[in-house]
């Protein structure tokens, strides 16, 4: 019997986020927010993090860069899901 694997959009992304790798999100007010990917490790629990920066742009507004921040693999894959070919 052949078994298919189920693989949510969340774990297909979570697979590519790596250090160097960067991912966008474009708000409603059409500021892009762009972040690359600084380390992926595990938190004292075990939960996978990504350390990050981020970069804000908006029209004709130069480019403010924040960081490093983080979050749990989970949640960046959530915020950050589209990826931006390097």
Do not use: C
């Amino acid at each position: 019997m052949l078994v298919k694997s189920r693989v949510s959009s969340r774990e297909r992304r979570a697979d590519l986020v790596k250090v160097g790798a960067m991912f966008r999100r474009i708000h409603d007010d059409h500021l892009v927010e762009t972040a690359r990917v600084l380390s992926v490790s595990d938190g004292p629990l075990g939960i996978p993090h990504v350390r990050f920066s981020v970069f804000f742009e908006r029209g004709r507004f130069p480019v403010f860069e924040d960081g490093p921040r983080i979050l749990s693999l989970s949640s960046f894959t959530e915020f950050y899901h589209d990826p931006v070919e390097n």
